[in-house]
């Protein structure tokens, strides 16, 4: 009888994966960090025997919240993850409705509740790194950089995050190694719209800027597009893209949201997920990087930048250097 009971135990637990879902708000392909999220995720299910269904949610925001509180109302799945700074509202509502569901948002702070755990990144750090490298491109003698101190960052839209953290940290960054340097903003209203990207690339390199940083997603292909024909250059962000345009890409700065999203569902399947806690992670927590070993950036970007970035990202890891103003 005893064998019988643990066998029927046995057999239960064999029959259980735990259940999650990815409210993705957006698409995935053609985005990076979702993309990465996805990957993430995957392994973390081949590695501890999760199932996971991806959720696109599409880009009109509306919709986003009745698919949350669907999700939720369908109590099948464990554990609900979705993204962004346009979703904390929306995440609340659903968790104060669904009190027995958990949820997960990412790379977003959300409301400390008891039943939500939520994680963003410090991009302010991201940006700081792709300032400073921007402004060492444009006081060097590289074959696309030229005389004049100007450095610019294309946006695919206006959000908390790149008002409040992304730009005035690019800009402090630059200032950082050039105060005289100048920085020029402009934002696409798109994240899928290539061609304003390059329109606005023209403009800015027409200007007098020679580096770009790119945080406009899709609408950012249309800047490398217009760097190539110009001779200039820009800088990527999220994931490594160097080899899409080695020439034009010099470097990307990088969010390991593969990396995020693993060890946030390693520790949910452990039960060592913190509900009613938030968390943000950076450079120190191995979140925040850079392309200090792709082949192509070792190429094509002089020693002693390289050597520069490498003492930089070190300082930020260690807290000697804020990267906001």
């Known amino acids: 009888m005893k064998h019988l009971v643990l066998l029927m135990i046995l057999s239960v637990s064999l029959a259980y994966a735990f259940s999650v879902a990815l409210l993705i708000t957006g698409e995935v392909a053609g985005n990076a960090i979702y993309e990465m999220m996805v990957d993430g995720a995957r392994r973390a299910a081949q590695d501890f025997g999760i199932d996971v269904k991806v959720v696109e949610g599409g880009y009109n925001?509306?919709?986003?919240?009745?698919?949350?509180?669907?999700?939720?109302?369908?109590?099948s799945y464990d554990l609900i993850i979705t993204f962004t700074e346009g979703m904390p509202k929306n995440v609340e509502n659903a968790a104060r409705t669904f009190p027995n569901q958990k949820f997960v948002l990412m790379d977003a702070l959300?409301?400390?509740?008891?039943?939500?755990?939520?994680?963003?990144?410090?991009?302010?750090?991201?940006?700081?790194?792709?300032?400073?490298?921007?402004a060492m491109v444009t006081k060097s003698n590289m074959r696309g950089a030229n005389e004049l101190l100007?450095?610019?960052?294309?946006?695919?839209?206006?959000?908390?995050?790149?008002?409040?953290?992304?730009?005035?940290?690019?800009?402090?960054?630059?200032?950082?190694?050039?105060?005289?340097?100048?920085?020029?903003?402009?934002?696409?209203?798109?994240?899928?719209?290539?061609?304003?990207?390059?329109e606005l690339a023209q403009a800015q390199y027409e200007r007098g800027v020679d580096v770009i940083f790119l945080v406009a997603g899709g609408s950012g292909m249309g800047a490398v597009r217009k760097a190539r024909e110009m001779g200039r250059y820009v800088i990527g962000v999220d994931s490594n893209y160097i080899d899409k345009d080695p020439q034009?890409?010099?470097?990307?700065?990088?969010?390991?949201?593969?990396?995020?999203?693993y060890e946030v569902l390693a520790r949910a399947v452990r039960n060592e997920l913190r509900f009613g806690t938030n968390e943000v992670w950076g450079i120190r927590e191995g979140m925040i990087g850079f392309t200090f070993d792709d082949p192509n950036y070792i190429k094509n970007v002089p020693q002693y930048i390289r050597d520069e970035m490498l003492r930089v990202y070190e300082r930020l890891k260690e807290g000697s250097i804020r990267p906001l103003p």
């Open 110 to 134: 959300a409301p400390t509740l008891p039943n939500v755990y939520s994680v963003a990144f410090k991009d302010e750090e991201m940006a700081y790194l792709a300032g400073y490298f921007a």
């Open 248 to 261: 034009v890409i010099l470097a990307c700065a990088l969010k390991h949201a593969d990396k995020a999203i």
């Open 150 to 198: 100007k450095v610019g960052m294309i946006a695919g839209d206006v959000y908390p995050a790149m008002m409040e953290k992304m730009k005035p940290a690019y800009e402090k960054g630059a200032k950082d190694v050039e105060p005289n340097v100048e920085v020029l903003f402009s934002v696409v209203g798109s994240w899928a719209d290539p061609n304003k990207g390059a």
């Open 61 to 75: 925001p509306a919709r986003w919240a009745t698919l949350l509180v669907s999700l939720a109302a369908s109590k």
